[in-house]
């Protein structure tokens, strides 16, 4: 099951929450993920996260929203959606580094990919504007 959960307090209108919906379900066709996960939009930092952090093994994700575009923050989901694809096919098997190597570098490559051929499909690029 994927469940999605936003901060009340960031106050995204329906469009937008559409919009993240869509680009989940659109990540988890082309990566491809086939597993249940939770990813968190939030408004707040927990210690030493950047815009997002996902826990490997408890297919989890967290996505800190307030005050970012929602590109940027859908940029952050497709991020770490790619890093649980990593960890499902067995490619994440201890720490993953904060920039560079492999899983950062595959995890910011496909993320602006998505974004930019997720644009394309729907045919729509206002969502760079909200």
Same mark, same amino acid.
């Given at each position: ?8 307090? +960031? ?8 919009? +993240? ?44 929203? %307030?005050?970012?575009? +929602? ?43 998505? +974004? %930019? ?14």
């Amino acid at each position: 099951m994927r469940k999605l959960f936003i901060a009340g307090d +960031l106050n995204l209108d329906d469009e937008r929450i559409n919009y +993240l919906g869509d680009f989940i379900n659109y990540c988890c066709d082309v990566l491809p993920i086939r597993c249940d996960f939770e990813i968190h939009v939030v408004s707040a930092r927990d210690s030493g996260m950047t815009t997002g952090v996902y826990i490997a093994g408890d297919r989890f994700i967290k996505v800190y929203a %307030k005050g970012r575009a +929602l590109a940027d923050v859908m940029r952050s989901v497709a991020h770490e959606m790619t890093h649980m694809m990593q960890d499902q096919s067995g490619l994440i098997t201890g720490t993953v580094q904060d920039a560079g190597g492999f899983h950062e570098d595959q995890a910011n490559a496909r993320a602006g990919e998505y +974004l %930019k051929t997720y644009a394309r499909a729907r045919g729509d690029r206002r969502f760079y504007d909200l």
